[in-house]
């Protein structure tokens, strides 16, 4: 067992489940929207790490950790594959355990997601979404072992070093603040 999770050849073998499971969906909907690929079922398998730790306006709270290289002009940011957002880039991050502070949920998530080992630069601040109503510590890192292999990207998960300007271009929406604040620094 690798990271808690059998052998590759053991989840490669529930993959054969696939188009019985598109089948049986677009019978039931008549539509090929619900289709299940590899990483879909992955993220919809995934059991939580924690309990969600909310603060007293109930927004979730949550961590991440921006992974920089480079200097001026030539600064580089990494970005990994968004799990639940098929073909989208995002920041990696997610939410706080109880019992552990900022800067380590943001390490711990970086390890996990982008399967790298980090240090702390310095707090670059706190992002609010309302829409989904989370609370956001973002954290600046460097980064000190890329790992080939790490747990999510047995799943599919990738990352990718790009440009600001690039990274500005592939993010989600609700992450554009924060790497435009990146910019100004």
Do not use: Y
Not at 2 to 29: A, C, M, Q, T
């Amino acid at each position: 067992m690798r990271w808690g999770l059998p052998e590759l050849s053991v989840k490669f073998e529930i993959f054969f489940i696939f188009p019985f499971i598109n089948f049986i969906l677009f019978s039931v909907f008549g539509s090929d929207d619900f289709t299940v690929t590899p990483n879909r079922l992955f993220w919809l398998m995934r059991k939580n790490n924690g309990e969600r730790v909310r603060d007293a306006e109930g927004f979730r709270l949550r961590a991440a950790g921006i992974c920089i290289r480079g200097e001026g002009s030539n600064r580089e940011i990494l970005l990994i594959t968004g799990g639940k957002d098929d073909g989208r880039w995002i920041i990696p991050g997610g939410g706080i355990e109880k019992n552990e502070n900022e800067s380590d949920a943001a390490l711990r998530e970086v390890f996990e997601e982008a399967g790298v080992k980090a240090e702390i630069l310095a707090r670059v601040g706190e992002f609010r979404n309302e829409e989904r109503r989370h609370r956001t510590v973002v954290f600046l890192l460097t980064v000190k072992e890329e790992l080939k292999e790490w747990e999510d990207g047995c799943f599919g998960r990738q990352r990718e070093w790009v440009s600001l300007e690039e990274a500005l271009r592939r993010v989600k929406h609700s992450q554009t603040c924060i790497i435009e604040h990146i910019c100004r620094m």
